[in-house]
């Protein structure tokens, strides 16, 4: 059996980045950057003032205080139809262009606006350049301002709008097929018999992709026959990435990974030294398409979710880091753990004065999804240890959730 | 002039939460809960077994070890068609139902299989109950196990399509506008003149919004007159939530508050002593639209959105906690503050060890979003601080970024 970190090395190492398409801009966001990108354009495209106050020519009020003739006033987004004469100043807002003439800048809080006699006084020197962007300060024509594998938040969007990429160069996102597997398994919309349940890993697996960042798509509920098994399962390997639950613990791992076999998949592992989650089957199509098989029970499936197939969508979507955030939080209340695997204990994570604390949640086992959903984080508790005592530093996984619950 | 507080108290006070729909189980994630929801179900529905094991009957094995004859194989997923009969026990793995007679699994690892003989060695005893969730043990039938208000992360989805919810009442996403004003914006496929920049601020926002779970409405570009920028203004004034951006600084801000006026909005603050972002009109259309004016300095615009809107967006959508995510870090170098107000500096936030540390990013101003585009958060200056100094700890307002770059 492998550890999980080990699974997680082989599951990167066997796979690649997806290939470059262009996207609209207003698409791009949360994707990654496939080539450097350049400004086109000065950046920014004027001396910009950096400051509320007035422009003027330092040589002017190199003798501060130093009254000048207001001649203009020049809001962000305007253009000056004027230059700055000897003995000129005018008002200037965050952002405006200087006029020509205009060396510096200075702020109005030391300034005395004379309005009445449409003057003003400078109360201090300025040097050159002071409260000024340069023209072209921030990037130059020509200059990459955003480098291949950055990520494409709402600020690097804008910085695309400005630059003029109105179509992206990014990696792909994966298309991800989700399989249930199980004959106990019936529709949300079905009330469940005795020995069936519905079948919820398709939802939260769904959900999981999608805020990973891919494109899923349901793919149905396989009965546990072969011939159904086996159809679905060809189906599925059409996709860059293809997810099945169910029907790869004891007894039944036969059936799945055989199917896997018989249809030219390459296997790499097929049992990890990790609570809960033990058997997870990674293999890839011989098109190429990456798949994991997950344990039926839900908190297991999604919980390898979110230790081993986030980290590959990420690979696939050109991220330079794969892994989900990590951080150090202190232990509230004791934890034990006899399964002798790496633990992945629903947790409940926040941030409190200086440090984050974390509380394992009384988790009734892989099967209880009631607990698991109050959880925004896995407090992993190693492979080693059986008991961990409060206040301990423990290492957590946050998931995106963190940042909403 | 108001502080940054102020203003998020006004803006929260002043807003409502959107009315309730049903959305498809599939389209729910992200949103939040409008109402409390029960399981129409035990969960679990049958008695568990949480460990793979043998399940025994407790009273056979009280003297261990015993010997006990195999009579079947219950995997996960599938339903026992026997009950177990005095001195017998069946092979069982986690998640799956205990066949009728048990009361108790032992686990695999303290059991000896004799598969040639049909038969298992419990190698230590069990009380009754040992190893199992019992029928309804994490809820039972009509209790109510996802309160109102509870965000829809993948693991909730799951839940809820476990217990049958395959539509979800959600407090409905704000449609959001984005207009654009001024004269000097151009297409982003255009080259701009001197003197004109490309228009970014609608493409921030529209990637703001959707990554705070709105449903952004582009709107075009205002020119800066006051026919095209009333019509403009009042096709926004339709949505949940209308950003304009531009024409509210010293010298245009009439143009925009007083068409708000006009339409008959209620203004409740148009200055906010906050570094970017000063000038800033919220209010309020006549039939109940929030609404914001914000600065067209680029990096103020995206700055009191994080800052402003976002959270009031949050509360739109019916979230319990409004304000993004703030931790303590460690500065790692020094910090200026001559703005006389509260200053959020754009910044790289990390977890290192055991504690976040923080770079303030060498920013031009509120123009440069290159600079703007390597951040992933903001560190806070309070309004009364001029210099910080390395080591010093100061709040950082995380981004939904954070997660990515």
């Known amino acids: 059996m492998i550890s999980v970190l080990e699974a997680l090395e082989i599951a990167l190492?066997?796979?690649?980045?997806?290939?470059?398409?262009?996207?609209?801009?207003?698409?791009?966001?949360?994707?990654?950057?496939?080539?450097?990108?350049?400004?086109?354009?000065?950046?920014?495209?004027?001396?910009?003032?950096?400051?509320?106050?007035?422009?003027?020519?330092?040589?002017?009020v190199r003798n501060a205080p130093a009254q000048l003739a207001v001649v203009g006033f020049i809001p962000a987004g305007s253009y000056p139809s004027f230059s700055l004469q000897p003995g000129q100043a005018a008002k200037i807002m965050t952002g405006a262009p200087l006029p020509p003439g205009a060396d510096a800048v200075q702020m109005v809080e030391k300034t005395r606006a004379r309005e009445e006699a449409a003057a003003v006084e400078i109360l201090e020197s300025v040097?050159?350049?002071?409260?000024?962007?340069?023209?072209?300060?921030?990037?130059?024509?020509?200059?990459?301002?955003?480098?291949?594998?950055?990520?494409?938040?709402?600020?690097?969007?804008?910085?695309?709008?400005?630059?003029?990429?109105?179509?992206?160069?990014?990696?792909?996102?994966?298309?991800?097929?989700?399989?249930?597997?199980?004959d106990e398994l019936v529709e949300v919309t079905a009330k469940p018999a005795l020995g069936q349940i519905r079948n919820s890993n398709s939802f939260t697996l769904f959900a999981q992709v999608r805020q990973a960042g891919g494109k899923p798509q349901l793919l149905g509920v396989a009965k546990d026959n072969k011939n159904d098994l086996r159809n679905r399962i060809a189906d599925g390997l059409q996709y860059d990435l293809f997810l099945a639950t169910g029907g790869v613990s004891m007894g039944e791992l036969d059936l799945v990974e055989e199917i896997f076999t018989d249809l030219g998949c390459e296997i790499f592992f097929n049992k990890i030294a990790m609570k809960p989650g033990k058997p997870v089957v990674m293999?890839?199509?011989?098109?190429?398409?990456?798949?994991?098989?997950?344990?039926?029970?839900?908190?297991?499936?999604?919980?390898?979710?979110?230790?081993?197939?986030?980290?590959?969508?990420?690979?696939?979507?050109?991220?330079?880091?794969?892994?989900?955030?990590?951080?150090?939080?202190?232990?509230?209340?004791?934890?034990?753990?006899?399964?002798?695997?790496?633990?992945?204990?629903?947790?409940?994570?926040?941030?409190?004065?200086?440090?984050?604390?974390?509380?394992?949640?009384?988790?009734?086992?892989?099967?209880?999804?009631?607990?698991?959903?109050?959880?925004?984080?896995?407090?992993?508790?190693?492979?080693?240890?059986?008991?961990?005592?409060?206040?301990?530093?423990?290492?957590?996984?946050?998931?995106?959730?963190?940042f909403y619950c």
Chains 1, 2 share one sequence.
């Open 283 to 402: 293999a890839r199509s011989a098109s190429g398409g990456m798949i994991f098989g997950l344990p039926g029970n839900p908190v297991s499936a999604t919980t390898v979710f979110e230790v081993l197939v986030r980290p590959v969508m990420r690979k696939m979507m050109g991220f330079p880091v794969y892994q989900n955030q990590m951080v150090l939080a202190t232990l509230t209340e004791p934890f034990t753990n006899r399964s002798g695997r790496e633990n992945y204990a629903p947790a409940v994570t926040w941030f409190e004065e200086k440090r984050f604390l974390v509380r394992p949640l009384k988790s009734k086992g892989s099967g209880d999804i009631v607990t698991y959903a109050k959880s925004n984080s896995y407090m992993i508790c190693p492979i080693h240890r059986t008991d961990l005592l409060p206040k301990e530093q423990v290492v957590v996984m946050l998931r995106p959730d963190f």
């Open 127 to 182: 040097t050159p350049g002071n409260n000024v962007s340069p023209l072209g300060s921030e990037a130059h024509q020509g200059e990459v301002v955003l480098p291949a594998g950055a990520f494409i938040s709402p600020g690097v969007v804008g910085l695309l709008a400005a630059i003029g990429k109105s179509e992206v160069p990014v990696y792909r996102a994966p298309a991800v097929g989700i399989l249930a597997t199980g």
């Open 13 to 60: 190492r066997q796979t690649k980045r997806l290939p470059v398409e262009l996207v609209p801009l207003l698409e791009s966001a949360g994707r990654v950057l496939a080539e450097d990108v350049a400004t086109d354009i000065d950046m920014p495209p004027f001396p910009r003032s950096s400051m509320d106050g007035y422009a003027v020519r330092s040589e002017d």
